[in-house]
């Protein structure tokens, strides 16, 4: 690594801890559009989370958004988002954008790796083609491409981009040699070299998919157990007592990967002419879980005497997981959409979510704890650490005080004991 010249590609949850562990064995460009951000990771700040201020402050990326900086590096690794639009496909726009960027910028002999999230054949059969078209070059010749898929996990302390091994491929065996030796510099655990770079790619979408199939089947369940009135997770505890039971939780599935890489595979299989069946099943139930909380809420609120309309119910946590302040696709949204309908007074309380971002995404001004007051219903949608330190006196401190009424806190992610906050006066649920 050390006559490599890096350059990342998107600062994002992705590519900010790709750029700093790169920085530490050799020199690193770390590009990005968003003029904003570069002024914050200059000023020494880590908006994600996911290095850390001492981090960003002690780091030798030069951190730019002038495009031109590119044509120093000998390495570059793409690191751009890849959502889905409005009708649920693939939106290509920022790796066929960055595609050109890198084009007008690529030096001779140089490395492109993806690590966006995409369907099987995206890299070879539209990124090459875009690179050759605005660099000149020829892929092969003039330089080469490679894939290797993000394995972020935004807001895990445990699981880092150093110990979770990480998928290469290349677009021949010296394309492969090369990209699994400049990972294999940074990351602890060791690379995988996969069979060619489709199998990379799609390797990516499997593991989300599967996820979101699992918690969309411990979801289906939930429905069902609260009809039956059961815990859902009493049966898991009991469950999981077999060795080969799987760990999987119900819940409000958001974030970056989990609901946009199923939409990925079910895009390309539509197009092949084969209509996913049971990808497709599980999106639509993860879907629909933040409306059947909202309508839990209320259910439980008319059974406790509560008038709904104009009532104040505070939800607790707006980000898409725990501990993190990343917002994108958060299905804690369509919980304050829903009681909305109802015209229920909605605060939301989150200590680490970003505040402007929530702002915009979903019309909502961010409180603290403090603020809590008078509320009908408190909904804990997200498990943050402060959360779960609340103790039963600082909830009872948050409701309003009226006789015949029973507190309502509805628990998503099981954090307080039911029996406990029964006894003390609560209507209590949980998924």
Known sequence: MQDNKVAVIGLGYVGLPIAVAFAKK???IGFDI???????????????G????????????????DETRLAEANFLVVAVPTPIDMDKRPDLFAITEVSRVIGRNLSKKAIVVYESTVYPGVTEEICIP???????LKCGKDFKVGYSPERINPGDKVHRLHNITKIVSGMDEDALEAIATSYESIIDAGVYRAKSIKVAEAAKLVENAQRDINIAFMNELALVFDRIDISTKDVIDAMNTKWNALSFYPGLVGGHCIVVDPYYFIYQAEQLGYHSQIILAGRKINNSMGQFVAETAIKRMIKANKFVKNSKVYIMGITFKEDCPDVRNSRVADIIDHLREYEVEVKVVDPVADVKEAREKFDVKIISLEEVREADCIIIAVAHR?????????????????????KVIIDVKHIFNKEELEADGYSYWSL
């Open 386 to 406: 402060q959360f779960k330190n609340l103790s039963h006196e600082n909830l009872n401190k948050m409701y309003k005080l009226r006789r015949n009424e029973d």
């Open 26 to 28: 050799t020199r690193v």
């Open 34 to 48: 968003n003029n904003e951000k570069i002024r914050l990771y200059r000023k020494g700040l880590d908006p994600t």
């Open 50 to 65: 996911e290095v850390g201020a001492e981090e960003i402050k002690k780091t030798t990326v030069e951190f730019t958004s």
């Open 130 to 136: 875009i690179l050759e078209e605005y660099s000149c």
